[in-house]
């Protein structure tokens, strides 16, 4: 009987210590290590919070990829499910402030001629971008091959982009060499 105790309380043990079976946790924002997306397994890749003005914690959020990688091209080009989870910790994320901020981040981080090229996607996707967040607030984008990418918001779908370039160029201002650093850094795993 002892024996048996002992062999339950060690499997226990394996169970609570095995790296990669806990959740992450950041500024009380819970990120499981693995999420089942359109029948996929995914696994955390990263997680990151993004601040304004240094100071204001806007959300935290979570990267989450089938075959994970700290190559920011291979994030960024792979044909895989992409997940991104952000739960925003603010009430001054104005449907406002998410659209400037999303037009003005993606064409940095992308080529000019590719901004030109995918203008109708870009303001079509900063359009899904209407509601004032609060704390608790949430958003998903999910890309999968050969459907597109999908905005979720507070759990209602907004739509979806089925040209990959525009995913690219998605994942390449958050990922991307000219994506915010904390976040590209945070997201990669680096």
Known sequence: MAKRIFILLLAGLCFVFTPGIQAK????????????VDGKTLTLNGVALRKAL???????????????????????????????????????????????????????????????AQQKNIELYASWLDQDMKPGSTSESIYVPGKGLTLIVNGKTKGTISDVSFARMYYRYSLGKKADKKLRKGYLGL
């Open 54 to 116: 240094g100071i204001i914690k806007v959300f935290a959020g979570g990267f989450y990829l089938e075959t994970p990688t700290t190559d920011y091209k291979t994030a960024i080009e792979s044909e895989q499910v992409k997940y991104f989870y952000l739960e925003y910790l603010t009430s001054k994320a104005t449907a406002k402030k998410l659209q400037d901020g999303f037009l003005k981040s993606i064409t940095k981080a992308n080529p000019p001629e590719l901004v030109a």
């Open 25 to 36: 946790e950041l500024q009380g924002v819970s990120f499981p290590q693995e999420k089942i």
